[in-house]
T-cell receptor
Framework: DVKVTQSSRYLVKRTGEKVFLECVQD?????MFWYRQDPGLGLRLIYF???????EKGDIPEGYSVSREKKERFSLILESASTNQTSMYLC?????????????FGDGTRLSIL | DAKTTQPPSMDCAEGRAANLPCNHS???????VYWYRQIHSQGPQYIIH???NNETNEMASLIITEDRKSSTLILPHATLRDTAVYYC?????????????FGAGTILRVKS
Protein backbone atom coordinates (compact mmCIF):
# COMPACT_ATOMS: atom_id res chain seq x y z
CA ASP A 1 0.00 0.00 0.00
CA VAL A 2 1.07 3.55 -0.71
CA LYS A 3 2.01 5.43 2.41
CA VAL A 4 2.05 9.22 2.49
CA THR A 5 3.08 10.58 5.86
CA GLN A 6 2.63 14.16 6.98
CA SER A 7 4.75 15.22 9.90
CA SER A 8 2.02 16.70 12.09
CA ARG A 9 -1.73 16.15 12.38
CA TYR A 10 -2.29 19.40 14.27
CA LEU A 11 -0.14 22.52 14.38
CA VAL A 12 -0.63 25.92 15.99
CA LYS A 13 1.58 28.82 14.97
CA ARG A 14 1.62 32.58 15.34
CA THR A 15 1.20 35.27 12.71
CA GLY A 16 4.48 36.09 11.01
CA GLU A 17 6.19 32.80 11.83
CA LYS A 18 7.87 30.73 9.14
CA VAL A 19 6.09 27.37 9.05
CA PHE A 20 7.34 24.11 7.59
CA LEU A 21 5.00 21.25 6.67
CA GLU A 22 6.72 18.01 5.77
CA CYS A 23 5.49 15.15 3.62
CA VAL A 24 7.16 11.81 2.90
CA GLN A 25 6.02 9.03 0.56
CA ASP A 26 7.40 5.52 0.43
CA UNK A 27 6.40 4.43 -3.08
CA UNK A 28 9.12 6.08 -5.16
CA UNK A 29 6.53 8.31 -6.82
CA UNK A 30 7.87 11.08 -9.00
CA UNK A 31 4.89 13.40 -8.56
CA MET A 32 3.92 15.10 -5.33
CA PHE A 33 1.27 17.69 -4.58
CA TRP A 34 0.26 20.12 -1.84
CA TYR A 35 -3.39 21.12 -1.45
CA ARG A 36 -5.35 23.02 1.09
CA GLN A 37 -8.95 22.16 1.94
CA ASP A 38 -11.41 24.67 3.31
CA PRO A 39 -15.15 24.33 3.98
CA GLY A 40 -17.15 25.37 0.94
CA LEU A 41 -14.04 25.77 -1.22
CA GLY A 42 -13.06 22.13 -1.66
CA LEU A 43 -9.51 21.18 -2.56
CA ARG A 44 -7.20 23.83 -3.97
CA LEU A 45 -3.80 23.03 -5.43
CA ILE A 46 -0.93 25.09 -4.02
CA TYR A 47 2.17 23.57 -5.66
CA PHE A 48 3.20 20.34 -7.27
CA UNK A 49 6.48 18.72 -8.19
CA UNK A 50 7.21 16.16 -10.87
CA UNK A 51 10.84 15.52 -10.03
CA UNK A 52 13.55 16.31 -7.52
CA UNK A 53 14.27 20.04 -7.41
CA UNK A 54 11.39 20.71 -9.81
CA UNK A 55 8.27 22.60 -8.79
CA GLU A 56 5.31 24.21 -10.45
CA LYS A 57 2.70 26.61 -9.14
CA GLY A 58 -0.83 25.46 -8.66
CA ASP A 59 -3.87 27.69 -8.34
CA ILE A 60 -3.01 29.47 -5.08
CA PRO A 61 0.80 29.66 -4.62
CA GLU A 62 0.89 33.14 -3.08
CA GLY A 63 2.38 33.13 0.40
CA TYR A 64 3.80 29.62 -0.01
CA SER A 65 6.97 28.02 -1.29
CA VAL A 66 8.05 24.39 -1.62
CA SER A 67 11.19 22.32 -1.53
CA ARG A 68 11.91 18.93 -3.11
CA GLU A 69 15.50 17.95 -2.35
CA LYS A 70 14.83 14.21 -2.28
CA LYS A 71 12.38 12.18 -4.29
CA GLU A 72 10.45 10.95 -1.26
CA ARG A 73 10.10 14.29 0.52
CA PHE A 74 8.11 17.39 -0.41
CA SER A 75 8.00 20.34 1.98
CA LEU A 76 5.55 23.21 2.06
CA ILE A 77 6.77 26.48 3.55
CA LEU A 78 4.64 29.35 4.74
CA GLU A 79 7.09 32.22 4.51
CA SER A 80 5.27 34.50 6.95
CA ALA A 81 2.16 32.86 8.31
CA SER A 82 -1.09 34.79 8.25
CA THR A 83 -4.49 34.00 9.74
CA ASN A 84 -6.00 33.36 6.29
CA GLN A 85 -3.64 30.41 5.96
CA THR A 86 -5.47 28.58 8.73
CA SER A 87 -6.59 25.45 6.93
CA MET A 88 -6.30 21.70 6.44
CA TYR A 89 -3.18 20.98 4.36
CA LEU A 90 -3.04 17.78 2.34
CA CYS A 91 -0.06 16.20 0.65
CA UNK A 92 -0.50 13.68 -2.16
CA UNK A 93 1.72 11.62 -4.42
CA UNK A 94 1.20 9.74 -7.67
CA UNK A 95 3.19 7.63 -10.04
CA UNK A 96 1.67 9.39 -13.04
CA UNK A 97 1.92 13.04 -13.95
CA UNK A 98 -1.51 13.04 -15.52
CA UNK A 99 -4.92 11.69 -14.73
CA UNK A 100 -4.40 8.02 -15.51
CA UNK A 101 -3.26 7.01 -12.04
CA UNK A 102 -4.59 8.01 -8.63
CA UNK A 103 -3.18 10.50 -6.22
CA UNK A 104 -2.70 9.10 -2.73
CA PHE A 105 -3.11 11.40 0.23
CA GLY A 106 -1.68 11.73 3.68
CA ASP A 107 -3.90 12.26 6.72
CA GLY A 108 -3.50 16.01 6.53
CA THR A 109 -2.17 18.72 8.83
CA ARG A 110 -4.73 20.95 10.46
CA LEU A 111 -2.88 24.25 10.81
CA SER A 112 -4.12 27.11 12.95
CA ILE A 113 -2.48 30.53 12.70
CA LEU A 114 -3.20 32.74 15.69
CA ASP B 1 -12.61 18.05 -16.16
CA ALA B 2 -16.19 17.00 -16.78
CA LYS B 3 -18.70 17.93 -14.12
CA THR B 4 -20.28 15.25 -11.96
CA THR B 5 -23.59 15.12 -10.13
CA GLN B 6 -24.10 13.08 -6.97
CA PRO B 7 -26.96 12.90 -4.46
CA PRO B 8 -26.14 14.93 -1.35
CA SER B 9 -26.71 12.08 1.09
CA MET B 10 -27.64 8.41 1.38
CA ASP B 11 -28.29 5.95 4.18
CA CYS B 12 -27.36 2.29 4.18
CA ALA B 13 -27.92 -0.50 6.67
CA GLU B 14 -24.82 -2.15 8.06
CA GLY B 15 -24.00 -5.35 6.18
CA ARG B 16 -25.97 -4.37 3.11
CA ALA B 17 -24.56 -3.19 -0.19
CA ALA B 18 -24.18 0.56 -0.61
CA ASN B 19 -24.76 1.75 -4.16
CA LEU B 20 -23.60 5.30 -4.79
CA PRO B 21 -24.62 6.83 -8.13
CA CYS B 22 -22.80 9.47 -10.14
CA ASN B 23 -23.80 11.26 -13.34
CA HIS B 24 -21.12 12.54 -15.69
CA SER B 25 -23.01 13.13 -18.92
CA UNK B 26 -20.32 15.35 -20.49
CA UNK B 27 -17.46 12.91 -19.98
CA UNK B 28 -15.06 12.59 -22.90
CA UNK B 29 -13.41 9.47 -24.24
CA UNK B 30 -10.08 10.07 -22.47
CA UNK B 31 -11.48 10.85 -19.04
CA UNK B 32 -11.32 8.37 -16.21
CA VAL B 33 -13.96 8.03 -13.52
CA TYR B 34 -12.44 8.13 -10.03
CA TRP B 35 -13.91 7.59 -6.59
CA TYR B 36 -12.43 8.88 -3.36
CA ARG B 37 -13.84 9.10 0.10
CA GLN B 38 -13.05 11.25 3.08
CA ILE B 39 -13.74 10.31 6.64
CA HIS B 40 -14.06 13.23 9.00
CA SER B 41 -10.72 14.87 9.85
CA GLN B 42 -8.72 12.54 7.61
CA GLY B 43 -7.19 12.90 4.16
CA PRO B 44 -9.08 11.69 1.08
CA GLN B 45 -8.72 7.97 0.42
CA TYR B 46 -8.53 6.61 -3.11
CA ILE B 47 -11.08 3.84 -3.72
CA ILE B 48 -11.16 2.86 -7.37
CA HIS B 49 -11.05 4.22 -10.91
CA UNK B 50 -11.96 3.08 -14.41
CA UNK B 51 -12.15 4.19 -18.01
CA UNK B 52 -14.70 2.03 -19.82
CA ASN B 53 -14.85 -1.37 -18.20
CA ASN B 54 -16.26 -2.27 -14.81
CA GLU B 55 -13.60 -2.56 -12.14
CA THR B 56 -13.35 -4.36 -8.82
CA ASN B 57 -10.78 -4.24 -6.06
CA GLU B 58 -10.65 -5.21 -2.41
CA MET B 59 -12.63 -2.16 -1.38
CA ALA B 60 -15.36 -1.75 -3.97
CA SER B 61 -16.74 -2.28 -7.45
CA LEU B 62 -17.20 0.38 -10.10
CA ILE B 63 -19.93 -0.06 -12.67
CA ILE B 64 -19.76 2.29 -15.67
CA THR B 65 -22.67 2.41 -18.11
CA GLU B 66 -22.00 1.60 -21.74
CA ASP B 67 -22.43 5.21 -22.82
CA ARG B 68 -20.14 6.26 -19.90
CA LYS B 69 -22.56 8.97 -18.84
CA SER B 70 -23.05 7.55 -15.37
CA SER B 71 -21.45 5.15 -12.92
CA THR B 72 -22.16 3.43 -9.62
CA LEU B 73 -19.77 2.71 -6.78
CA ILE B 74 -20.72 -0.42 -4.89
CA LEU B 75 -19.52 -1.20 -1.38
CA PRO B 76 -20.63 -4.83 -1.13
CA HIS B 77 -21.00 -5.12 2.65
CA ALA B 78 -21.08 -1.70 4.22
CA THR B 79 -19.77 -1.28 7.77
CA LEU B 80 -20.02 1.64 10.19
CA ARG B 81 -16.47 2.58 9.23
CA ASP B 82 -17.64 3.25 5.67
CA THR B 83 -19.54 6.33 6.87
CA ALA B 84 -17.84 9.14 4.94
CA VAL B 85 -18.20 11.67 2.15
CA TYR B 86 -17.78 9.96 -1.22
CA TYR B 87 -16.50 11.94 -4.19
CA CYS B 88 -16.94 10.99 -7.82
CA UNK B 89 -14.66 12.86 -10.22
CA UNK B 90 -13.53 12.55 -13.80
CA UNK B 91 -9.98 13.19 -14.87
CA UNK B 92 -8.39 13.63 -18.27
CA UNK B 93 -5.71 10.99 -18.66
CA UNK B 94 -3.04 13.08 -20.33
CA UNK B 95 -3.38 16.43 -18.62
CA UNK B 96 -0.10 17.38 -17.10
CA UNK B 97 -0.13 18.22 -13.42
CA UNK B 98 -3.74 17.26 -13.24
CA UNK B 99 -5.13 18.52 -9.99
CA UNK B 100 -8.03 16.88 -8.22
CA UNK B 101 -11.23 18.88 -7.99
CA PHE B 102 -13.79 17.54 -5.55
CA GLY B 103 -17.44 18.51 -5.76
CA ALA B 104 -19.82 18.36 -2.82
CA GLY B 105 -19.90 14.56 -2.83
CA THR B 106 -22.38 12.18 -1.22
CA ILE B 107 -22.52 11.79 2.54
CA LEU B 108 -23.01 8.08 3.16
CA ARG B 109 -24.32 7.17 6.59
CA VAL B 110 -24.10 3.49 7.47
CA LYS B 111 -26.47 2.64 10.28
CA SER B 112 -26.62 -0.38 12.56
Amino acid sequence: DVKVTQSSRYLVKRTGEKVFLECVQDMDHENMFWYRQDPGLGLRLIYFSYDVKMKEKGDIPEGYSVSREKKERFSLILESASTNQTSMYLCASSIDRGGGQPQHFGDGTRLSIL
Amino acid sequence: DAKTTQPPSMDCAEGRAANLPCNHSTISGNEYVYWYRQIHSQGPQYIIHGLKNNETNEMASLIITEDRKSSTLILPHATLRDTAVYYCIVRFSMEYGNKLVFGAGTILRVKS
